[in-house]
């Protein structure tokens, strides 16, 4: 579809059109669910090559949807480009300022030496009440014309629409992010716990795998918080969640405060002689990280699957945990659970 025929269609149609980004763009607060449909029914009414949703956030911009005629988005990696004039909603010089220095890093915008057939860019700020929270880019072959006024005014208008869904996905899952991590340490807390375990069990139960439980408790915390006040106490807590954090494997391990003073760390198929060797290198890793503020002691207990469910694996550590701490910075034996 040609420039004359877009302005044709945006003419003749465009409220409906608007209706329907509009619908799609609100239709989840999961911006991965959203975002995706909506940029492809932009690119409908604006022809481009490749079109690209950015969300700003903390002074970085970051790629959240994209969409390529090609069906390929890499390809444009190997394109030099000229910007059209850009629509701008609100004067943030900052951000604009932020905002192309970043935009030419990214990896769509790298040119090929000694290329000047390049592409036209159209971008659009997402602004809400004068507060930039992405970018909207379409991008179109260099040889094709530059975006004409009729495209520019509609994508100024799909963008109004799609700020809003960026800044209410954006605090959508900031919310979701607060309701099951740890406020202090930013580490998962006991909701979290609790489906993890669960959903780590259930897994390993059908897939007949290892799963294995490791809590920590801090032995004396309560004396260490008395002698260093609440400020002390809360670093020795994040400094331990700190390590716990980046021992994990990413994307695969799951660390908890799960109480005051009480860690886990969920461990698929992890089995018992791993987990154990996992437990001293990190309540070594802890002690010393640790050690400027307390002189800190630790107990800690493993319980590895199979079991029947997540409360007798639950159960099982916690049993051994109570019985370490009375030993003060001892371990307790390592349980598995039987199959019923």
């Not at 030099?80 to 030419?104: T, Y």
């Not at 659009?124 to 004068?130: E, K, M, T």
């Not at 089995?271 to 060797?277: D, H, K, Q």
Request: contains cysteine; negative net charge.
């Amino acid at each position: 579809m040609g420039p004359d025929e877009s302005r044709g269609k945006i003419e003749g149609t465009g409220f409906d059109w608007l209706m329907q980004i509009a619908y799609l763009a609100g239709k989840s607060l999961d911006l991965d669910e959203a975002l995706p449909a909506t940029l492809t029914a932009m690119a409908e009414l604006i022809p481009c090559e490749h079109a690209v949703i950015l969300q700003l956030e903390s002074e970085v911009l970051e790629v959240r949807a994209h969409w390529s005629r090609a069906g390929d988005h890499a390809a444009i990696e190997t394109c030099a480009f000229k910007r059209s004039p850009e629509l701008s909603l609100c004067d943030l010089d900052v951000i604009h300022a932020a905002r192309d220095a970043d935009i030419a890093a990214l990896p769509y915008f790298r040119g090929e030496p000694g290329s000047e057939r390049g592409v036209v860019v159209l971008t659009v700020p997402l602004a809400v009440d004068y507060v930039c929270v992405g970018r909207l880019d379409f991008i179109r072959d260099g040889a094709g014309e530059d975006f004409s006024a009729w495209e520019r005014h509609f994508a100024q208008a799909c963008a109004r629409i799609l700020a809003l869904s960026v800044r209410n996905g954006a605090e959508y899952a900031r919310v979701a992010w607060l309701a099951e991590h740890d406020h202090l340490t930013g580490i998962g807390n006991r909701r979290n716990f609790d489906r993890a375990l669960n959903r780590e069990l259930a897994r390993a139960e059908r897939y007949r795998r290892d799963v294995s439980l490791l809590l920590i408790d801090l032995d004396d915390f309560k004396e260490a918080n008395t002698h260093l006040g609440l400020s002390g106490g809360d670093e020795i807590l994040r400094r331990t969640a700190k390590v716990l954090a980046e021992r994990a494997r990413k994307g695969v391990d799951i660390s908890c405060r799960i109480g005051g003073d009480e860690f886990a760390m969920i461990l698929p198929e992890i089995g018992e002689r791993l987990a154990n060797e996992l437990a001293v290198r990190l309540v070594k890793d802890v002690a010393e990280s640790t050690m400027s503020l307390w002189p800190m002691r630790f107990s800690y207990s493993i319980s590895t699957y199979p079991a029947t469910s997540a409360e007798f694996l639950r159960r099982a550590a916690d049993a051994q945990l109570l019985a370490a701490k009375s030993r003060k910075g001892r371990v307790a034996v390592p349980v598995r659970g039987a199959v019923q």
